[in-house]
């Protein structure tokens, strides 16, 4: 895989050249080294990193290491080898990213996991997930209001009518839970606020309009 890559895990930043997986290895590669509160604390920079499924070996490259203010804490060290503990693999940094259309509900939980385990802010997959729960029960949501015009409706004589409103409102739920999910993909909205939403205001509405023609 040619093109610079990139890979954010908790502790390190990762940007290489080209990735050779089944080669279990990296071409142009420099990893950043961050402290908990995420400032840079060294830096690695070689021209191959070759992966033996538990540690790495950096070739031809040098080692800098900075203090808690961004500065140079010592001069740059040269190496010809430098094998490091670092836990991430090459199969992981150069996976082809799935669309959340081309995952199931179990991949996109996972996945938005992982984001957050690595400290990326990538709120798509876990807005993506909410909002298929949220499908799921429209149905729900649909039969709340389309049981009472319908009671109401047949007596009368207005099924065709009852039917049409029970429509309008789905085309309109659709419309606010499209719009709502856009926020939260913004990240404007945190995930499950974006995706339940529109269920909880149509709920709501389909609670009263019950009462409504029940009174």
């Known amino acids: 895989k040619k093109g610079q ?3 954010r895990s908790a ?7 080209i990735s050779q997986p089944l080669a279990q290895r990296l071409l142009g590669v420099t990893v950043y080294e961050m402290d908990t509160e995420g400032t840079i604390r060294q830096r690695y920079d070689a021209a ?4 033996d499924g538990q540690t790495w070996l950096f070739l031809q490259g040098t080692h800098r290491v900075f203090n808690a203010d961004g500065l140079f804490d010592s001069l740059p060290e040269a190496f010809t080898e430098l094998r490091l503990a670092f836990p991430e693999n ?4 150069s996976r082809v990213r799935k669309t959340p259309e081309e995952m199931g509900l179990r991949e996109l939980y996972a996945y938005a996991a992982e984001l ?11 807005v993506e997930f909410h909002g298929e729960l949220a499908y799921a029960a429209l149905c729900i949501i649909m039969a ?7 009671l109401r409706m047949n007596r009368n004589g207005g099924t065709t009518l009852a039917l049409s409103l029970t429509l309008l409102c789905g085309f309109g739920y659709v419309i606010l839970h499209n719009f ?5 993909h913004n ?29």
């Open 5 to 7: 890559i990139w890979y």
């Open 11 to 17: 502790q390190r930043l990762w940007s290489a050249q």
């Open 48 to 51: 191959e990193a070759r992966y």
């Open 90 to 93: 090459p199969q992981a940094m």
């Open 116 to 126: 957050r385990s690595q400290g990326r802010q990538e709120p798509l997959y876990s």
């Open 144 to 150: 709340g209001f389309g049981m009472p015009l319908a």
């Open 180 to 184: 709502i999910l856009a926020l939260g």
């Open 187 to 215: 990240g404007q909205l945190p995930p499950a606020v974006a995706a339940w939403t529109a269920n909880g205001l149509f709920g709501v509405g389909s609670l009263m309009l019950a009462k409504r023609f029940h009174a």
